[in-house]
């Protein structure tokens, strides 16, 4: 079974061409995140091979790619039509041929070695548990023992008194206002609302190494982490875990607003 969402109808060929524009509101906390990916790599080989989890338009290549002439890239995602986009993108800065285009799954992907891999604002669309879990050990499957992770997403503490704060700053930034109420009425179940701490546990039973939080911008949340020592197949535990996997964190529930 696929660990990633079974339909792709929202990411179709309008959304597709429609992305970067819909996500300029916030373009200011990608590019930030985009720095802090350049920075945790900084150390990988010259020759270094670049999964991008739910690759969208390329965004995390069209950012490396110039940096590191000798890097290639392995782009998946579940949408054709975003990477046909990613593609077109690819192609007209110049570094398509150091690009493999897989639309599916992760767990569709060869299982061969990668250095390092991105899933930036990819995983909080895995509303159950284990199947998130499933999703971060399909990664750390196609990376070398050591190879690092960057990840990102929506992540939040419903109970924590800065919740409603947070989630007001998120929406003036990001969603129209006459769209808001419908977001609020969305999160935690159309998009995961899985606490920082629990999204770490997953990235452990996954197979890495705690991660180690290093961004915060309102509701995204990313962390840098490395795959385990003696991490394998999906079948073979992190040693940095229990033997028998921990249960993961209640996940609270959305609290009415007075």
Not at 9 to 15: K, P
Not at 35 to 63: K, N, S
Not at 167 to 195: C, I, K, N
């Amino acid at each position: 079974m696929p660990s990633s969402p079974p339909t792709t109808a929202a990411f179709d060929a309008t959304h597709a061409r429609n992305y970067d524009r819909q996500i300029e509101p916030i373009r200011g906390f990608k590019d930030a995140l985009h720095l802090l990916v350049q920075g945790a790599f900084a150390r990988l080989p010259e020759t270094a091979r670049i999964l991008v989890a739910g690759a969208g338009t390329a965004a995390e290549a069209r950012h490396l790619a110039p940096l590191h002439a000798g890097w290639r890239f392995t782009l998946v995602d579940p949408s054709a039509a975003m990477l046909d986009a990613a593609r077109e993108h690819a192609e007209a800065e110049g570094f398509v041929d150091r690009c493999e285009f897989h639309v599916g799954w992760v767990s569709d992907l060869p299982v061969q070695a990668h250095d390092a891999a991105t899933s930036l604002l990819v995983s909080h669309f895995l509303v159950d548990e284990q199947r998130r879990v499933a999703f971060f050990r399909d990664i750390a499957d196609r990376l070398k023992p050591g190879g690092l992770l960057f990840s990102a997403d929506l992540a939040a503490d419903l109970e924590h008194p800065s919740f409603a704060t947070v989630m007001d700053l998120w929406l003036t930034l990001y969603v129209a206002p006459e769209r808001q109420d419908s977001y609020r009425a969305m999160f935690g179940h159309g998009v995961a609302a899985h606490a920082p701490a629990q999204v770490e546990e997953m990235m452990v039973q996954a197979g890495f190494a705690p991660p180690a939080a290093c961004y915060q911008a309102a509701l995204i949340r990313g962390w840098v982490t490395r795959k385990a020592a003696g991490s394998g197949l999906a079948t073979c535990a992190s040693p940095l875990a229990p033997s028998s996997p921990r249960p993961l964190p209640a996940t609270p529930r959305p609290r009415p607003r007075s």
